[in-house]
């Protein structure tokens, strides 16, 4: 009697497939045997420890608690703002916007932090080049307005931080300060 008479086209078909199913796994098994350290891109071994750099950045918990403290002051002189905190590359950590405070100003908040932390330097300060570059001001995301402020380790800006919704400058910049204070304890 002939096996194939009598199981069909089905028996064959499971066989081919076992051996196919059998074929893909030795293929598999075989392919993960390879895929060791030797496997791995040859461009990454060529980099030179000169060639890396080591950035510092504030954590989630550093930078909410900093915000949280410009917040805190500026609501003890019941002022209405928002608090904004950038890393070193101008990327939003952590914004607060405050009871009450005005549309307007987690934007504000988020250009002055992010103004300070590129040139690390107070928006206070920078204000004043206006009059000297007045075409500071057309760079995207800036704002040159006092209220930022530089986080610097080392002398390194690693983040900024910025108030905005005080009638004043002067006042988003203290709270910015504030902010930058309680970093140190």
């Keep these: ?30 392919g993960s ?7 791995q891109p040859a461009l990454a071994s060529k980099v030179e420890p000169a060639d890396l750099r080591q950035t510092n950045h504030l954590t989630v918990a550093a930078a909410t608690e900093a915000a949280q403290a410009a917040l ?7 002022q209405r703002v928002s608090v904004a905190i950038v890393d070193r590359d101008g990327n939003t950590i952590v914004l607060l916007r405050g009871d009450g405070a005005g ?6 908040a988020e250009r002055k932090a992010f103004t300070a ?3 690390n330097a107070p928006t206070s300060q920078l204000a004043g080049r206006l009059d000297k570059a007045p075409h500071l ?15 610097a380790t080392d002398g390194a800006p690693i ?3 910025g108030v905005a919704g005080a ?18 304890d």
């Design 33 to 39: 045997q390879d895929a060791g350290p030797a496997a």
């Design 167 to 184: 009638p004043s400058g002067d006042l988003d910049e203290k709270f910015a300060r504030t902010g930058v204070a309680a970093l140190g």
């Design 1 to 30: 009697m002939d096996i194939h008479k009598k199981t069909g086209k089905r028996a064959g078909a499971l066989v081919g497939g076992t051996l196919v199913a059998a074929g893909a796994i030795g293929v598999w098994a075989g």
């Design 72 to 78: 805190a002051a500026a609501s003890r002189e019941n």
């Design 159 to 161: 983040a900024g931080i």
């Design 117 to 119: 932390v590129s040139w």
């Design 103 to 108: 549309p307007q100003s987690y934007e504000a």
């Design 137 to 151: 001001a057309d760079i995207p995301g800036t704002l040159f307005l006092g209220g930022g402020v530089p986080v």
